[in-house]
């Protein structure tokens, strides 16, 4: 497809396209059909069928913008770059370039999207070696807040018997078959959203005994090669023998790279080793009024979380202590006065073990931080 003549420059056969690209000038190229393109080998007339794979691909998906990448069949560059070393030609677009543009007008006009090459919502790679087109999204962030019944886990654990290796015990999963909020989030959002690959990020935790109730505890959801990019404001699943509501939702602009922290409203039920008296109680309300406390974290440094306030009620043994914590004080340690001081077996002067907690409402303090975003837009 090369002709050397004797005495003359060396004259390339190209398609009209890869002729075009080489730039305007007096250049010994001789057109030729496609498939007798010295660089292409007629990959150029592909572009309309590969357009249309590619919004074939795209159809499941939910997107705004997109950008397309192109991957060449072997040797179409190095043949490009050949000619351009011999004929001295520098600068121009390079074929990639060009397929790329070639196809995200056509897909462009099929779809009516725009092509957005800094943030796309999908983005198409056109694999011109397997003539076909792959298609993936940038991930998604659902924030929303859950309520749960007492008997449901906050997260899946490993399976006892396979430790995550995936047995029959498990259904192949890996997971204990118990209900958790993350098992039915994940396959309900998964439905929503159309890919149940999903890391979730909780404000806080509670047993599996506490119920969670409204307004619920928040919770964010990055999802993983979404089809759809907007998911409801609520919902609920059942879950073993109750409901775990979702409620408060909406899409985060980008990955959060800060998380607010919290405070909780809790009801704790404790039984104390010995009778509690009046003063007993009256002692609780006025020590833990904004009161700092110190949790020897394990393996951490001390944290000093605050107690903003307690309202506890006694009969007999029984405590029933409604309190206000920071996120990240351990309700049951703040109890029991295990690594925490002061606590409420201390200021009782009795062991005092909790018995059950629930969460009545969870603050946010702050606001979450999300990287700075530059649009092309606001550059000019
Ligand atoms: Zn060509
Ligand atoms: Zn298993």
Request: hydrophobic residues 35%.
């Amino acid at each position: 497809m090369k002709d050397r003549v004797p005495g003359t420059v060396v004259a390339y056969r190209l398609c009209q396209r890869c002729s075009e690209r080489q730039g305007t000038g007096a250049q010994p190229f001789q057109v030729v059909p496609g498939r007798e393109c010295f660089v292409c080998e007629g990959m150029l007339d592909g572009i309309p069928r590969m357009a249309k794979a590619a919004t074939r691909r795209l159809r499941p998906y939910e997107f705004k913008t997109f950008a397309v990448g192109v991957t060449l069949p072997e040797r179409v560059q190095e043949r490009e770059d050949e000619l351009r070393s011999e004929l001295k030609l520098k600068g121009g677009e390079t074929i990639k370039v060009q397929v790329a543009k070639l196809v995200a007008v056509k897909i462009s006009e099929a779809t009516r999207r725009k092509v957005d090459k800094a943030r796309p919502d999908v983005s198409v790679l056109a694999d011109f070696g397997r003539g076909d087109a792959v298609v993936s999204s940038k991930p998604v962030f659902y924030y929303a807040r859950y309520t749960k019944p007492a008997g449901v886990a906050q997260r899946r654990s490993l399976c006892d018997v396979c430790r995550g290796a995936r047995c029959e015990e498990c259904k192949g999963t890996g997971f204990k078959v118990v209900s958790s909020v993350e098992g039915a989030l994940r396959k309900k959002i998964g439905r929503l959203a159309g890919s149940e690959k999903m890391v979730f990020t909780w404000l806080g935790s509670e047993d599996e005994d506490s119920k969670v109730f409204s307004p619920g505890r928040p919770f964010v959801a990055e999802i993983k090669g979404p089809k759809k990019r907007k998911l409801v404001r609520k919902f609920a699943v059942r879950v073993g023998g109750g409901t775990v509501g979702v409620s408060s939702g909406r899409m985060l602009p980008s990955k959060p790279m800060r998380i607010p922290s919290f405070r909780f409203e809790t009801r704790i039920t404790a039984t104390a080793a010995s009778k509690v008296p009046p003063e007993g109680v009256s002692e609780l309300h006025a020590r833990f009024h904004r009161a700092a406390v110190t949790f020897e974290r394990p393996s951490s440094r001390p944290a000093i979380k605050t107690v903003y306030w307690v309202r506890a009620r006694a009969r007999g043994r029984t405590l029933v202590i409604d309190a206000e914590l920071d996120g990240g004080l351990p309700v049951k340690r703040f109890v029991n006065g295990e690594l925490v001081s002061p606590s409420v077996s201390e200021v009782l002067k009795t062991e005092v073990g909790c018995r059950s907690f629930d969460i009545c409402r969870v603050r946010e303090i702050g606001a979450f931080r999300f990287a700075e975003i530059t649009r092309d837009k606001e550059k000019n």
